[in-house]
Antibody, heavy 123, light 112 residues
Framework: QLQLQESGPGLVKPSETLSLTCTVS??????????WGWIRQPPGKGLEWIGS???????YYNPSLKSRVTISVDTSKNQFSLKLSSVTAADTAVYYC???????????????WGQGTLVTVSS | QSVLTQPPSVSGAPGQRVTISCTGS?????????VHWYQQLPGTAPKLLIY???NRPSGVPDRFSGSKSGTSASLAISGLQAEDEADYYC????????????FGGGTKLTVL
């Protein structure tokens, strides 16, 4: 059974870079059938897709966050990572990682999801 | 403002049927991109409920069903149960602005 687990600092200072890692267990991140994505949810608000990566390193990002986001993959560790630069209080959210289906060759649904990790941006 | 529009809340009594709409445009649902639905119970991560407009993953009760027509999609829940009280989100893909995964704003289902 595939499982994903987010890890990283729970507190980040304004203007600094948020860094999170998602460790995949129970399956290979190198599968050609999936992308691997990051989604966030500010407290009390809805879901926002951040970006996704293919095991080859190909990425696509939310246009509204693209200038600040970098997603990378380490197939040897079965992990993928998120970096979000120049953070502000508006970036405070629960950050989820998830596997994304490549059905019919395109980006599709997310399943399963990690449990999520709360990142607070505050000095 | 979400690209996909959902009603903020819906409610129903146990045993009743409710529907949640997800309205998009010609650059997402209307362009033929599939719609997927998630259930988020309080304090937990979202869980896939419907994929590819109308398909249920293994383990999801057949009380949950999805449909799509034109620029909109709907999630129907029949035989409402107390444990269905949750937030529900639709998701699709939008081909404008270099392409992007998009979510609806979410709908809070209250079981009366």
């Amino acid at each position: 059974q595939l499982q994903l687990q987010e890890s990283g600092p729970g507190l980040v200072k304004p203007s600094e870079t948020l860094s999170l890692t998602c460790t995949v267990s129970g399956g290979s991140i190198s599968s050609s059938s999936y992308y691997w994505g990051w989604i966030r949810q500010p407290p009390g608000k809805g879901l926002e897709w951040i970006g996704s990566i293919y095991y080859s390193g190909s990425t696509y990002y939310n246009p509204s966050l693209k200038s600040r986001v970098t997603i990378s993959v380490d197939t040897s560790k079965n992990q993928f990572s998120l970096k979000l630069s120049s953070v502000t209080a508006a970036d405070t959210a629960v950050y989820y990682c998830a596997r994304q289906s490549r059905a019919r060759g395109g980006p599709n649904w997310f399943d399963p999801w990690g449990q999520g990790t709360l990142v607070t941006v505050s000095s | 403002q979400s690209v996909l529009t959902q009603p903020p809340s819906v409610s129903g009594a146990p045993g009743q049927r409710v529907t949640i709409s997800c309205t998009g445009s010609s650059s997402n649902i209307g362009a033929g991109y599939d719609v997927h639905w998630y259930q988020q119970l309080p304090g937990t991560a979202p869980k896939l409920l419907i994929y590819g407009n109308s398909n249920r993953p293994s383990g999801v009760p057949d009380r949950f069903s999805g449909s799509k027509s034109g620029t909109s999609a709907s999630l129907a829940i029949s035989g409402l149960q107390a444990e269905d009280e949750a937030d529900y989100y639709c998701q699709s893909y939008d081909s404008s602005l270099s392409g992007s995964v998009v979510f609806g704003g979410g709908t809070k289902l209250t079981v009366l």
